[in-house]
């Protein structure tokens, strides 16, 4: 199985220090030899990418890899994780981060704030973002990878009833792109109640809702039209995703 997520890395440039874990569980009865490989770029690709960690998870069994707690993950920089099984076993890829700033001055919140979420299993060329903030919303925003290894895709953010778009991008090959949902587009009251991210080809999205003071509210997969969707497993055995290791 392959499961891409994207998702950034420890960073304390705003006030708001981010952690982040990749948890890999094996629920077969054979154990699984696992790559997680990371896919430098932001919006455009990046340099070389880092080897990647290399897991033998036994059965019933889970494996946590720590990106802060790792040489080769640079903090602050865009990275794409592409976590595959290389010995047919599947796998469940599961992406844990943790935002850490001064407590709040309302309510007497805790000072951090925790997301999971499941990596994706297709690229699609229409995602859905269901719910796109709160009240206490900050920007809202869609991450979008761009596994195809030799073409751009032009992508576009759009309110579901059509209109013009809110944002758009160019990705490159293997690159990630964000796009932020303008303030104005909300009309000064509250978010619309969802938003659609279409491309010229499969891409993976996912949403980010943060409140207002810059922490994570979540960080999960949107979700995918299943009319064109390619899995990802079946792209990385085809040599078209972006980032895929080979088997060994």
């Known amino acids: 199985a392959t499961t891409t997520t994207t998702a ?4 304390a440039s705003d006030g708001v220090a981010r952690s982040e874990k990749i948890v890999v569980y094996n629920p077969g009865t054979r154990r699984a030899r696992v790559d997680v490989g990371l896919v430098p770029g932001g919006d455009a690709a990046g340099g070389p990418a880092p080897l990647p960690f290399r897991l033998s998870v036994g059965a019933g069994s889970y494996e946590v890899v720590d990106y802060g707690g790792q040489a080769r993950v640079a903090a602050g ?37 925790v997301t999971a979420g499941p990596g994706a299993r297709l690229a699609a060329r229409s995602w ?81 809702l943060a409140t207002a003071d810059g922490r994570r509210q979540s960080l999960s997969p949107a ?8 899995p990802l497993d079946a792209l990385a055995a085809a040599g078209d995703l972006a980032g895929a290791t080979p088997p060994g």
């Open 77 to 113: 920089q865009p990275y794409t994780t592409v976590v595959r099984s290389t010995n047919g076993v599947g796998v469940v890829a599961e992406r844990v981060t943790t935002d850490a700033a001064p407590p709040r001055q309302t309510g007497g919140a805790h000072p951090g704030e």
């Open 223 to 230: 979700l995918p039209a299943l009319t064109g969707a390619r």
């Open 128 to 208: 859905l973002l269901p719910t796109v903030g709160t009240d206490d919303s900050g920007p809202v925003t869609a991450v979008v990878f761009n596994p195809d290894p030799d073409r751009t895709l032009a992508v576009r953010l759009l309110r579901p009833g059509g209109g013009g778009a809110l944002a758009t991008a160019e990705v490159a090959p293997g690159a990630r792109a964000t796009l932020v949902l303008p303030e104005e587009a909300t009309g000064g009251t509250d978010p619309p109640a969802a938003l659609r991210v279409t491309a010229d080809g499969p891409v993976v999205v996912d949403c980010l």
């Open 8 to 11: 950034t890395t420890a960073s």
